[in-house]
């Protein structure tokens, strides 16, 4: 259909013979041609450039400038964009056409927005609006304050943002411009997606949609299919969101827009890191990356950066995460230096343009001061003559006086050579005081600088530690409802929760590191990747296979021989597999136990008591060397659809706190887990967290705390 209408226009095109009509044929042929076919738009473009400045027909090189603009826009060159749109608000402004001066300042508005420069961007865009409500352009005031709605929201000032664009829909469907209605919902759409109300955002991008599609909007209809993927990822639809995903990078392709391509490989990327596609989500990353930084696009650059670094830190690559862990945070402080550079620019102009004013007002006070002078000439010269009368007679009066001061300057001498001495001791033992205190400054300089290096190793640490945990989404996906209440004493863990799909097994640990901090992080990072080692090996079928192998790895790697005085290394665990199919639960402890919970209440044993909450005790032996080591024992449990079960650390019963501080004890978290159970387990793990915080009160956390519960 587009190749129909360009041939049609070529026809005439061919056969006119005015420059002006040949112009604007060129502008209608670019419009056709530049979402299909932006190369053979950029030819249109040039041409009709040619032909206007041959004819000097100013209002049709302005245009053609813009749409150079326009083109080079999809490149992503935007130092030529910025060229050809100040020339185009040049010839606009030498022949006073204040429409093209608007739209002029809209291009500007919009390309300082397309590299987050928001003052400039506002600025541009505030100048535009007012010269269009000047003359009544109704379509050009709602296109300007739809912009400004963009920019406000990029900001995250939603409310600001959601009221421009309620007033630019307004005026677009009085004005019946579905293209703009379309612009508009689809903008509101990202606000309330931005603002978490996703419910309302899918209908305003489904209705954004609709329209597009019905007028063939190709950059419309991407637009809105990117909309509704990012919608589906929130929603955690992650297939159908891929689905979306995948659909508008195809078109966007097609139109060569790299602004949107580097936003969505960026989006692609975080849905296969959540998904745990860790080398698809790099790939991805990596080439929104490139097109970022051909953008010139610093806070795209920013979050892509924060992207990869985590999907390597995910693959075990710490080289790498180190690598774009420090490019992410050299980012953060180059967007800083950017805003404060370009404050004090504003700064700057303004003291300028201060300084101007000042110089010309001096000028004036200056004439008026010689006016001044010429008039009281006269009469201070007539008061000099009587200044110097006066002057005589005090002078006789001064001699006199200056010899009683000459006696008291001869007393004050004496006594200032004998202050001074004072002082020279005084000053003596100052000197030894300031030697003796840079010395300790000295010394507290190096002790703080010491003190500075370790704790952003440890903070280092912590990122490291908190990249390989596992995500939720492996839980999510195999359970009814679960929580995690993971609390450590200090920045760093010796406690560590562990999960995993294997087949149609979920896989849960909850572990306990000897010592807490730093040297139990170390021994966390080992646990961790000791247990990724040992799931997928096809000989490992049971929950206690699991432990004993966990075991044999910790005292290998740790080299422990069981003599006499050996450092006991190692950590206690819980460990559960759950069938998701027949919900038949397998259980081996190194002495954390289990709690298992049902709604209609849990045998005590088999064929026992019913009782509210039974414990499965654990083997009360460590995974390291032990004095008597036996295999750990295999627990089979069939749950029903609704029981629940608990798995922990010893930190939260090893609290100390209440009114007599004392230790909480396993049997006080026990009967509390009794009178929560049946409780949604969100709500749960709020009750948890209360308890403990309310226990413990004015005192100190004494261990890491991890409290796991899962409901099937």
Not at 45 to 53: F, H, N, T, V
Not at 492 to 516: M, Q
Not at 642 to 660: P, V
Request: proline share 2%; hydrophobic share 35%.
């Amino acid at each position: 259909m587009v190749a129909d209408k360009s041939d049609s226009l070529l026809n005439v095109f061919n056969r006119t013979q005015t420059d002006t009509v040949k112009a604007n044929l060129l502008i209608e042929l670019f419009k056709e041609n530049i979402y299909s076919n932006p190369d053979k738009a950029l030819r249109f473009a040039e041409q009709g450039l040619k032909i206007s400045e041959e004819a000097d027909f100013k209002k049709g090189v302005a245009k053609f400038l813009r749409y150079h603009n326009i083109y080079y826009q999809s490149k992503g060159d935007y130092q030529k964009c910025l060229d050809y749109s100040k020339r185009a608000k040049e010839i606009y402004e030498s022949i006073n056409d204040k429409n093209g001066i608007a739209d002029s300042w809209i291009d500007l508005g919009l390309l300082y927005w397309y590299q987050s420069d928001y003052t400039n961007s506002t600025e541009c865009m505030q100048k535009a609006l007012k010269i269009k409500e000047g003359i009544s352009d109704k379509n050009g005031v709602s296109i300007c304050l739809n912009n400004l709605g963009n920019i406000y929201g990029d900001q995250k000032n939603y409310l600001e943002a959601l009221k421009y664009y309620k007033k630019s829909l307004k005026l677009f469907e009085d004005l019946g411009d579905e293209k703009g209605i379309s612009d508009c919902l689809n903008n509101i759409s990202v606000q309330f997606m931005d603002m978490k109300k996703n419910d309302s955002a899918l209908v305003y991008a489904t209705q954004a949609l609709t329209i597009r599609e019905k007028n063939e909007d190709q950059a419309g209809i991407a637009e809105s299919i990117m909309s509704l993927g990012i919608l589906y990822y929130k929603n955690n639809q992650y297939t159908k969101a891929l689905e979306y995903y995948s659909k508008s990078l195809s078109l966007f392709e097609e139109m060569g827009d790299k602004n949107r391509l580097a936003v969505l490989y960026s989006n692609i990327g975080d849905l296969y890191y959540k998904t745990g596609h860790t080398q698809e989500a790099i790939s991805a990353l990596h080439k929104g990356l490139e097109l970022a930084k051909e953008l010139g696009s610093l806070y795209s650059m920013e979050k892509i950066y924060k992207g990869i670094s985590s999907a390597y830190a995910k693959a075990g690559n710490f080289d790498r995460f180190s690598f774009y862990d420090s490019l992410y945070m050299k980012m953060q402080d180059s967007i800083f230096n950017y805003e404060n550079r370009k404050k004090a620019d504003e700064i700057s102009a303004k003291y300028e343009t201060e300084k101007k004013e000042l110089q010309i007002s001096m000028q004036g006070l200056e004439l008026n001061k010689q006016k001044t002078v010429r008039n009281y000439l006269y009469g201070v010269v007539a008061l000099v003559l009587l200044v110097v009368i006066a002057m005589i007679a005090a002078f006789r009066t001064k001699q006199k006086a200056n010899r009683q001061l000459q006696i008291l300057n001869a007393e004050i001498i004496g006594q200032k050579m004998e202050i001074e001495f004072k002082n020279d001791e005084l000053n003596k033992h100052n000197e030894e005081i300031c030697t003796q205190r840079d010395e300790i400054e000295q010394q507290k300089s190096i002790i703080e600088e010491k003190n500075r290096e370790v704790m952003d190793s440890i903070h280092y640490a912590k990122r490291i530690q908190q990249a390989v945990l596992p995500t939720r989404d492996v839980i999510e996906s195999s359970v009814a409802e679960f929580f995690i209440f993971f609390r450590p004493k200090d920045i760093v863990s010796g406690d560590f929760y562990w999960a995993a799909r294997r087949k149609n097994h979920l896989l849960i640990a909850a572990a306990d590191c000897t010592g807490h901090g730093v040297p139990g992080a170390f021994m966390s990072m080992l646990g961790m990747s000791f247990l990724n080692e040992i799931v997928p090996r096809e000989d490992i079928t049971t929950s206690s296979q699991v432990l004993d192998e966990l075991r044999k790895l910790v005292i290998e790697s740790l080299q422990q021989k069981g003599v006499l005085g050996e450092q006991k290394d190692g950590m206690d665990m819980a460990f559960c597999a759950l069938d998701v199919d027949t919900l038949k639960l397998q259980y081996a402890g190194a002495n954390n136990p289990l709690m298992v919970a049902s709604p209609h209440g849990m045998a005590s044993a088999p064929h026992g008591a019913m009782i509210p909450l039974r414990e499965i005790k654990a083997d009360k032996q460590p995974i390291a060397i032990f004095e008597k080591m036996t295999p750990f024992t295999n627990h089979v449990i069939q749950l029903q659809k609704g029981d629940s079960f608990y798995i922990f650390s010893d930190g939260y019963a090893d609290q100390f706190g209440g009114s007599c501080g004392k230790k909480m004890l396993k049997k006080r978290f026990h009967d509390y887990l009794i009178q929560i159970k049946d409780l949604p387990m969100e709500q749960q793990q709020k009750l948890v967290e209360e308890y403990f915080d309310n226990w413990r009160g004015a005192h100190s956390q004494i261990d890491d705390v991890l409290v796991i519960g899962v409901r099937v």
